[in-house]
C-alpha cells in the first residue's frame, strides 16, 4: 500500500540556519503531496502542497517540490526562525482512495 | 470564515463507558474525514463521508466505532465500550469536494483518555 517515510526527529536548529526535512514516498499512480504543521497546543494546518510532478509548493518561506524520479518532496526554508518550531507532517493523497496517509512527523526545534 | 470545529475539546471516561465526539465541517464542504493521533500508531485514517454516505469503512479499528452524517453537514463519531488503547486525539477535516487535489482542512481535534 501506499506509504510516507520521513526523516526521523527532533531536528534542532538555530535561528537563520537552513532547514531540510526529508520526505520520500512509496505510491501507486500520481498523488498529490503535502506538507502539515502542527505548532504546540494547536490542530493540524496545511503548509503547503502540489499536485502534480515537478510542481513546486511553498508558503511562509517553506517550499517543496514534487520529483516523481525520486519520489521525494522534501521540505526546505533558507532561514529558520524560533517560531518555526513544531511538527511537520509529511502525507500524500491517492486518486480514487480519500485517506491521507501521513508520515511519522519530524519536531522541529529552534533556538535564539 | 469558520473552520472546522470539534466537540468536546477533552473527554475523560471510564473503560467500558460509550462516547459521542462531534464534528462540524466547513460550511459547503461536502467531504469529511475523520483520523486518529495517537503516540503509537501516529495519524491514522478512520473513515471519509461523501455527503451522508461512508463508502469506506475500512480504517475503523473495530465495530466498537461507528460514525454518522446527517444533512450532509455534521457528523458523530461513536466509540461504545470504551478501551484504554483509545486514548488519542480524533481529529475530523473536511475538503471541499471528493478529490486527490484538494485540501483536507482539519479541525483542533478532541482529546479523549480513558481511564
Known amino acids: 500500500g501506499d506509504s510516507v517515510t520521513q526523516m526521523e526527529g527532533p531536528v534542532t536548529l538555530s535561528e537563520e540556519a537552513f532547514l531540510t526535512i526529508n520526505c520520500t514516498y512509496t505510491a501507486t499512480g500520481y498523488p498529490s503531496l503535502f506538507w502539515y504543521v502542527q505548532y504546540p497546543g494547536e490542530g493540524l494546518q496545511l503548509l503547503l502542497k502540489?499536485?502534480?510532478?515537478?510542481d513546486k509548493g511553498s508558503n511562509k518561506g517553506f517550499e517543496a517540490t514534487y520529483r516523481k524520479e525520486t519520489t521525494s518532496f522534501h521540505l526546505e526554508k533558507g532561514s529558520v526562525q524560533v517560531s518555526d518550531s513544531a511538527v511537520y507532517f509529511c502525507?500524500?493523497?491517492?486518486?480514487?482512495?480519500?485517506?491521507?496517509?501521513f508520515g511519522t512527523g519530524t519536531r522541529l526545534l529552534v533556538s535564539p | 470564515g469558520a473552520g472546522v470545529s470539534q466537540s468536546p475539546s477533552n473527554k475523560v471516561t471510564e473503560k467500558g463507558k460509550d462516547v459521542e465526539l462531534r464534528c462540524d465541517p466547513i460550511s459547503g464542504h461536502t467531504a469529511l474525514y475523520w483520523y486518529r493521533q495517537s503516540l503509537g500508531q501516529g495519524l491514522e485514517f478512520l473513515i471519509y463521508?461523501?455527503?451522508?454516505?461512508?463508502?469506506?469503512k475500512s480504517g475503523l479499528p473495530s465495530d466498537r466505532f461507528s460514525a454518522e452524517r446527517t444533512g450532509g453537514s455534521v457528523s458523530t463519531l461513536t466509540i461504545q465500550r470504551t478501551q484504554q488503547e483509545d486514548s488519542a486525539v480524533y481529529l475530523c477535516?473536511?475538503?471541499?469536494?471528493?478529490?486527490?487535489?484538494?485540501?483536507?482542512?482539519f479541525g483542533p481535534g478532541t482529546r479523549l483518555l480513558v481511564l
Open positions: 502540489a499536485t502534480k510532478a515537478d
Open positions: 502525507a500524500l493523497l491517492n486518486t480514487g482512495f480519500q485517506k491521507l496517509v
Open positions: 463521508f461523501q455527503g451522508n454516505s461512508a463508502p469506506d
Open positions: 477535516a473536511s475538503s471541499p469536494e471528493l478529490a486527490a487535489q484538494e485540501t483536507q482542512y
